[in-house]
């Protein structure tokens, strides 16, 4: 049975980040699966993502993905998505501060029907590391 794209989606925000379950990323991951995300570099396969995925929950409290928009096309799909968590572990370098932190980014997938094949997550950084406290906005460009 084929699976549709944003049913792959919803279980991989819903279950594998949001309660960190490795069962489900190793389920839904296919093995070749090639992740590239804003807040890290590219990893391989469920193992590689599993990596991250461990790095990001002991640097974020609590951290939550919410879907906001899914738009689906054939085996491709595009989600908006707010991101959560509370800073408690070392992220971009920086010491747990305790503050609540969000963002918004897109995520770009390819599935194969049944497998999430990869994914490529374009998350607001600059704003991350505002509230972070280590980033400044960026002067406008001259015209």
Not at 53 to 79: D, N, V
Not at 94 to 104: D, Y
Not at 116 to 139: E, F, Y
Request: proline share 6%; with cysteine; aromatic share 10%.
């Amino acid at each position: 049975m084929t699976i549709s794209p944003s049913r792959l989606i919803e279980r991989f925000y819903h279950e594998v980040w949001n309660q960190a379950d490795e069962a489900v990323a190793r389920e839904i991951l296919h093995p070749g699966f090639r992740f590239r995300a804003s807040l890290g570099p590219e990893k391989l396969g469920p193992a590689g993502f599993i990596e991250y995925m461990r790095l990001i929950h002991a640097a974020l409290a609590s951290y939550t993905c919410t879907i906001e928009e899914i738009i689906e096309q054939g085996e491709r799909a595009a989600a908006r998505m707010r991101f959560a968590g509370l800073h408690q572990g070392v992220l971009f370098g920086v010491a747990p501060t305790g503050r609540q932190i969000a963002w918004s980014g897109a995520a770009f997938f390819t599935t194969d029907g049944h497998q999430i094949t990869s994914l490529w997550v374009l998350g607001d950084v600059d704003a991350v590391k505002h509230q972070l406290g280590q980033g400044h906005s960026a002067p406008a460009p001259n015209p």
